[in-house]
């Protein structure tokens, strides 16, 4: 336990001395909601490794400094995957990171969210105690579901040690089919495809041409493939995209993300890539805030942007009822206000 003791440690003292700190795992995300300049870094990255793994349980535990690529070799080893698509920005993304950023890539709709997956959490609190959340079973009912509660937070509840995820086998085959359509034909087309048994396991329309990833045994995968009529695309695109490595976000200066229902009206935004069954939305460097007049449903995140362009919230806003709630959560788990203060919303501390 000389990590966890070294974390305690150190979390002891900044509580005491009335100090925030940092905590981070590789510093992939640093673009994510906002970071605090100045503050002592406590970093999770030298916490790395598989603390327990039996492939025939399709559970892994694991520290959360382990690098996303690191765990995702060991899995498909065993022909085993994280069903999530963990995003890995580069080979220092942990995925303690991933979870507590609560980020999922391109099967998100298909095969569920991160924090669906993770089945319990070992955090280091603010008094420096080492605490074990929910469990490493598939149904774990006792108590509050913690664990699931880090997942999105941005450390800013505690530091997140070790976390045990639930796997599944990697498919037999997949490959990506791309066909050039409308819009309105994409979406009726992906619609078509949810709603029967396929082998769909991602999709993405942008440029004027969809792309879906078919994943399963083969049989499963060519019967849908035969059904698009398109032309075989690369594999590789879905890291890319999920990473945002794909040359539209690199080349924006402002990148926005719609998360809402997949049936809700583009409106007039000119979103540049619609994925997750068009529920994930992106657009890329608005002139004005694109919540300002927003009449649909869903919220807005601003992912990237450069400092010289209009202000706004990274995350959604939020109503009088969840700042309420949010606040209580950071006061029970951090009375100190020492974990990434103003990580998530800059003005009220959080």
Not at 142 to 166: E, I, M, P
Not at 195 to 209: E, I, K
Not at 319 to 327: D, K, N, T
Request: glycine content about 12%; aromatic content about 8%; charged content about 20%.
């Amino acid at each position: 336990m000389e990590g966890i003791d070294a974390f305690a440690e150190s979390i002891k003292k900044a509580g005491s001395d009335g100090s925030p700190i940092q905590i981070k795992g590789g510093g992939t995300k640093g673009f994510l909601g906002y970071v605090a300049e100045g503050l002592p870094v406590l970093t999770t990255q030298c916490y790395s490794g598989v603390l327990d793994y039996h492939p025939a349980e399709l559970i892994v535990r694991v520290k959360a400094g382990t690098p996303v690529g690191t765990l995702d070799n060991l899995l498909r080893s065993e022909g085993q995957m994280l069903a999530f698509d963990p995003p890995a920005h580069d080979a220092t993304s942990t995925i303690g990171g991933v979870v507590s950023a609560g980020l999922s890539g391109s099967a998100r709709p298909y095969r569920g969210a991160a924090r669906d997956h993770l089945l319990g959490a070992g955090m280091v609190l603010h008094d420096g105690a080492y605490c074990e959340f929910g469990g490493q079973v598939m149904k774990n009912v006792a108590g509050y579901d913690v664990s699931r509660l880090v997942c999105g937070a941005y450390g800013t509840l505690g530091l997140l040690a070790d976390l045990s995820l639930k796997v599944v086998p990697a498919p037999e085959l997949e490959k990506t089919i791309t066909r050039e359509c409308s819009s309105d034909v994409a979406r009726e087309t992906v619609k078509l495809l949810s709603n029967r048994v396929s082998s769909l396991s991602a999709s993405c329309y942008s440029g004027g041409t969809l792309s879906v990833r078919l994943s399963g045994n083969e049989q499963a995968v060519k019967a849908t493939e035969e059904m698009l009529e398109g032309t075989q695309g690369d594999n590789a695109f879905w890291d890319q995209l999920d990473s945002q490595a794909l040359p539209a976000f690199q080349n924006a200066a402002d990148v926005w993300r719609l998360s809402t229902d997949a049936d809700e009206p583009l409106f007039d935004y000119d979103f540049a890539i619609l994925d997750w069954g068009f529920a994930q939305r992106w657009l890329f460097d608005p002139k004005s805030d694109p919540r300002d007049g927003y009449a649909g449903s869903g919220h807005w995140t601003r992912v990237r942007h450069d400092k010289d362009r209009f202000e706004a919230q990274a995350f959604q806003p939020l109503s009088a009822l969840e700042l309420v709630l949010h606040r209580r959560l950071k006061a029970t788990f951090d009375p100190g206000g020492i974990f990434n203060p103003g990580r998530m919303y800059r003005e009220e501390g959080l």
